[in-house]
């Protein structure tokens, strides 16, 4: 079988960062990305067909992504992107299997770099299942790449600049944002950014898009969470509540909104079913996002020849992604004997010293942004938490009474988390859920463990299964 | 007819026409289904097995599976990772559809 020096899962800007790491220092590079184009979400591309007039309205990460790109293209020539690709096992002797196009195919690896990024955090609430509402991630992709906004009046409900961000980039294309329903503390937002020197860059972001907000007059309800979404067939009206500290709704400040589209982003989920089908191990860390892989300096799993960067080991941004992969790069290529030991440090002590900036916002985005224990008390006992399968918060309490005690059990009698996103969108919320039901902490009920293959394949793809030339 | 293109920062590609359910919609060169279907102010892209509800795009990058459609007669196609093409017959879907796993 075919042996790839190193392969790498993923083109955002952690696994772009590792090729051109890897690249320069001589190593031939392969990557796999299931998009038409590298970038990733944060850096996406238009598709062709699109031309982009002025770039300058495109935004900050447009540009940050620009440069990164024609980084890339420096070493283009060396590299082997493979697009439109999906992995779809990982498995003992260094070997995966993905398919492309109607193909599938088997390759090993010497070294790998999963950098397979993140999603917008599925909450569930009433109403949350109906067309209307998007993820935050999901309405922006539409903004952004394509150029079409998905209604006409727009709630946006979350927490974190990003939601500024969005505010701006729909209000830019034409939308009009009712309002923006923040649950964190937004006042301190930018005070404790300060904090976080020497991060001009990113407090420059946040500042503009606030300005933004105010200059077009976008309400800014501090405080505020979804409760329900309402409507016959579609979103027609949304409702929103005060919240405590604890974000959980204060009794006598619900009100009710008119809008056709609610656009919502309570942070992000490590994409982590890469690093666990490569069985690395695996701890709970709420302040990240989730489960998240174990890593040493060098940005390796506890699985030889793995090595995992960006926001899939832990939700840090698109320059944290960038330093973490060029470390991952740097040190595949030493090991894999194209640098030696101190080539490897100097070229790493840069982004050693950006990390270590970056580590100190990351912390204080963190505290902002995390999840309180209210976002997980919203869906009712009819709400439904696995979308796919159509299962109800009740019936999975019936489970639990029944004498289900942790996620995998509750999966096999109730079927939450065996429909087509695998679990991808019930499991994160349910995770929390269940530990509270059980009366203990997230990482004592086990996860719903992805099995291949991780995204669905039509049969007779898997049936031209064959060995990569 | 709805139109929620955005013109500002862009220029499209080459206007062609896709059937949905029937009806042709105009697409341009580089969109998905999905933001033709958007564009169009279409909201409901299936409807679930086991409660006939109506669902409709939600994460927009290929992993909730909401936007599952029949796209030129395949079931269960993610109507946010599939580009438009001239012609392409797209319908809304009922349940899961021969379900292929």
Known sequence: MKELEMVILGAGPGGLAAAVEAARAGVSVTILDENPKPGGQIFRQFHDGFQVTSPGMLGHDYARGQKLLSEFDTVRDRVELLDNAMVWALSEGNELAFNRGDASYSVRYKKMVIAAGAYDRPVPFPGWTLPGVFTAGGAQSLVKTQRVLPGENFLLVGTGPLQLALANQITDAGGRVVAIAEAGRIENWLGLMKGALGQWQLIGDAAHYLYGVRKAGIPLWRNHIIVEARGRGQVEEAVVAEVDKNWRPKPGTYRTVEVDTLCVGYGFVPSVELTRLAECEHRYEPLLGGWIPMRNGHMETTVPDVYAVGDCTGIAGSLVAIEEGRIAGLAAAQRLGHLTTMEARERMARSRERLAGLERLREVLDRISVPRPGLYELAKADTLVCRCEEITLGEVKAALADGATDMKEVKRMTRMGMGNCQGRMCGPAMQEIIARERGLSPDRIGYLNPRPPVRPIPLGVLAGHRELQ | ?101
């Open chain 2, 1 to 101: 007819m709805v139109n929620r293109r955005v013109l500002k920062g862009v220029k499209r590609g080459k206007a062609f026409e896709i059937e949905v359910d029937g009806e042709k919609l105009v697409a341009y060169e580089g969109e998905t289904v999905a933001a033709v279907l958007v564009a169009a102010g279409r909201r409901t892209f299936r409807w679930t097995e086991k409660k006939k509800h109506p669902r409709g795009m939600y994460c927009g990058i290929g992993l909730c599976h909401e936007c599952m459609m029949v796209i030129n007669g395949a079931p269960n196609t993610k109507a946010c990772q599939t580009m438009a093409t001239p012609g392409c017959q797209v319908k809304t879907q009922h349940g899961l559809q021969e379900r292929q796993r």
